[in-house]
């Protein structure tokens, strides 16, 4: 069992950058997979970036090019760079981490990961 804590987000201008931290406990983190999603009011939740237990990253088409997922397994810890920031990324965003094997864009429906942050908020203002 893994606990997750998310933190870093915040206000920023259109164009500004930020980075998401999310903090794990437990025991083989290594072994999760870990990802990101957001959630937008009125919006359903939507996968943001994965990387796989075994180093393979996907991103989703609207961060793509602007936001880079990476993780430091010594330290149990997640990020999320993000770049470029638009006012449509303006969501709560949450860390989340799955044992589960999963193949192509499966990952984005969150229904794989049993493990979820609280979430931290971000808004882009334009």
């Known amino acids: 069992q893994v606990q997750l804590a998310e933190s870093g987000g915040g206000s920023v201008q259109a164009g500004g950058s930020l980075r998401l931290s999310c903090a794990a406990s437990?025991?083989?983190?290594?072994?999760?997979?870990m990802a990101w999603f957001r959630q937008a009011p009125g919006k359903e939740r939507e996968g943001v970036a994965i990387?796989?237990?075994?180093?393979?990253?996907d991103y989703s088409d609207d961060v793509k090019g602007r936001f880079t997922i990476s993780r430091e397994n010594a330290q149990k810890t997640l990020y999320l760079d993000m770049t470029s920031l638009r006012p449509e990324d303006t969501a709560v965003y949450y860390c989340a981490a799955s044992n589960w094997r999963m193949s192509g864009s499966a990952w984005s429906t969150g229904g794989a990961f049993a493990y979820w942050g609280q979430g931290t908020q971000v808004i882009v203002s334009s």
């Open positions: 990387i796989y237990s075994h180093g393979r990253i």
């Open positions: 437990g025991d083989s983190y290594s072994s999760y997979s």
